[in-house]
């Protein structure tokens, strides 16, 4: 991103997921491995769209975005390529309309290279506000079990399905996000907006910067960059800070520091936000 933009830092983790969630999310979305802090959906909503406004999701997971924007009065459309994360995200809908949310949510399940065959021809040009989060690995956090002294990682898998995302190269996947960005192009409306949530990662213990190749990806669809936003990660208190790292983010770090690796824990997420040029 041009050293020329806003920054701005968001502190997303004052509470933990677990706590943001509770009462608000179907017990079957705790074992998505890669869901947004509903913290991050809040503020990106609150934001940058208003009560009323549409707001789009093309790969909405277990519906994050979808639950906080009918929360905050928005009317809500999501794209889950995986039909049970998609069943579960309609779960999260319904429990959000019957705690009263104001909004309207719908969730489509397919690929959201074809969007524009997914949702209601009537958003087309209305959508206020794209945000997503793309997948980056098909192995990620997941959580902790221990037995007989052993281990063992599980739900940290989006899908076995091959042709999932997750699962492809990453210049095959920047290619699908480019295409996904093109799709939600003439959704927008004049002026809209799209936020998008991207963390590094690091491959042999290299760094690779995916949010510089998510950006590269939404301007070769025609989306202009307007700011970058920090999602810190950990809690912020007047003692110092309050890590929310995960058991395998921690280990592999404290593996790579006995091996005399330098590594530092990974607590943000970079908030890229675009704009859809016109007025």
């Given amino acids: 991103m041009s050293d020329t933009l806003p920054l701005s830092v968001w502190p997303c983790a004052q509470q933990s997921s677990a706590v943001q969630r509770r009462g608000r999310y179907v017990p079957d979305a705790i074992a998505h491995p890669a869901k947004m802090l509903p913290e991050i959906a809040r503020r990106a909503i609150s934001a940058y769209s208003a009560p009323g406004d549409i707001v789009l999701d093309p790969m909405c997971g277990i519906g994050t975005t979808l639950v906080e924007a009918m929360h905050l009065g928005r009317n809500a459309v999501g794209v889950e390529y995986e039909p049970h994360w998609a069943e579960v995200a309609e779960g999260n809908l319904a429990l959000a309309e019957a705690f009263g949310a104001t909004g309207t949510g719908s969730v489509h399940a397919g690929d959201a290279r074809a969007l524009g065959s997914l949702v209601p021809a009537s958003i087309r040009g209305r959508v206020a506000l794209v945000l997503t989060s793309p997948p980056y690995g098909s192995s990620v956090h997941g959580r902790v079990d221990v037995r007989s002294g052993e281990v063992l990682k599980r739900d ?47 491959r042999k213990g290299l760094l690779v910067d995916f949010p510089g190749a998510v950006l590269r990806a939404a301007e070769a669809a025609g989306l202009v960059p307007v700011q970058r936003l920090v999602a ?34 990974i607590a943000h997420e970079d908030v890229l936000v675009f704009r859809k040029p016109g007025l």
């Fill in 156 to 202: 940290d898998r989006y899908s076995r399905d091959a042709s999932n995302l997750a699962h492809v190269g990453e210049v095959e996947l920047l290619h699908a996000v480019r295409d996904i960005f093109s799709a939600c192009v003439p959704l927008l409306r004049p002026g809209g907006i799209a936020v998008v949530t991207a963390r590094p990662w690091r």
């Fill in 232 to 265: 810190l990660l950990a809690a912020l208190h007047e003692d110092g800070i309050v890590p929310r790292a995960s058991f395998f983010q921690l280990r592999l770090v404290r593996q790579a520091r006995t091996a005399g690796i330098p590594l530092r824990v």
